[in-house]
């Protein structure tokens, strides 16, 4: 809570498994926690309230509409997150929706127009992964020449059924679509190809053009045992981050020379070992303790980081997520 001097009261509504993540990156970023409501008396909201001190802890939503608050904080399901979102853009307060908002996009279309003063922030936290950042930043000084994504969705289960699958890409997918999207920016057109799950495989392929350059690929698998990944290239630089919380940056190649016991040469990319994930995403989930510092930042001077999503943005996301799914 370091620099922070404005009281910021906050209203919490929903609470999940992932809730308490965000309230301790809301504490350590100065809000005060002030209100909090779930399902009408929930009983996660009542121990989340008691644990985190909340001043109210509220047995519906109307009751948290009554008290005066400075931003909210959304973590519903995701059915309900743009009916909330509605009556809350009647206070005219920022608001920070955990993603994706909704799996339709045309309801997050719609929501976005509703946003006269741009008050909504989407909670897309890998875009806080200090892993992220370190990229961005050798981004902003080299041509990217090439970006791959690797994407595997639910690996501890081999044979998903369709339901499964559609809700896994729609609420969780969206996630490292967007992040490649506030990396290397909205592609002009693209195209998809891929197996459907009837062959017993659903996988996508997904390749972004720019400029009219095939310039990125996104592989998107179901039931296979793999995690999210990404490499970007640049002449004479390579990063990988594999898991997306690491960050490896390859710069050289080495040769270990044929000996009698190998007889043939090995060439092996040579990575820098400065790097290290930022404290904060040691401490707390990581991303969420960035995501929070950049919310207050928004609530205490009414511009978005763009680190925190648009609604615009997450529509993009998610029009690419629905197009995934599709026959092919």
Known sequence: MKGKTAIKKLGVIGAGSIASHHLRAAQENGFVLDSICARDNSENSKRLGQEFRFRHICSTFEELLINPLDAYLVLSNTESQVPIARRLLEKKKPILIEKPVSTNPYLIQE??????????????????LSS??????????????????????????????????????????????????????????????????????????????????????????????????????????????????????????????????????????????????????????????????????????QERPDTLASLSEAFFASTIAQQILQKI
């Open 132 to 301: 992220i950042h370190s990229l961005r930043s050798y981004l902003s000084r080299l041509p990217m020449t090439y970006f791959t994504l690797s994407i595997s969705e639910l690996s501890t289960i081999s044979s998903p059924d369709t339901q499964q699958i559609a809700k896994t890409v729609l609420e969780n997918t969206v996630h490292v679509l967007d992040l490649a999207f506030f990396l290397f920016g909205k592609p002009d057109y693209w195209k998809i190809t891929g197996i459907d799950f009837e062959n017993r495989i659903f996988a996508r392929t997904l390749n972004f053009f720019y400029g009219g350059i095939h310039r990125g690929t996104i592989l998107i698998t179901i039931g296979t045992p793999d995690n999210w990944s990404m490499q970007v290239y640049s002449p004479g630089h390579r990063f990988v981050l594999s898991p997306l919380e690491s960050f490896v940056h390859y710069n050289q190649v080495g040769v270990r020379q044929i000996t009698p016991r190998r007889p043939n040469k090995v060439y092996v990319p040579l990575g820098t070992s400065t790097w290290k994930p930022a404290n904060k995403d040691m401490k707390f989930k990581a991303g969420f303790y960035r995501q929070m510092e950049d919310f207050y930042k928004f609530v205490t001077t």
């Open 111 to 128: 929501l976005d127009l509703e946003d006269k003063f741009k008050q909504v922030a989407v909670g897309y936290n890998r875009r806080n």
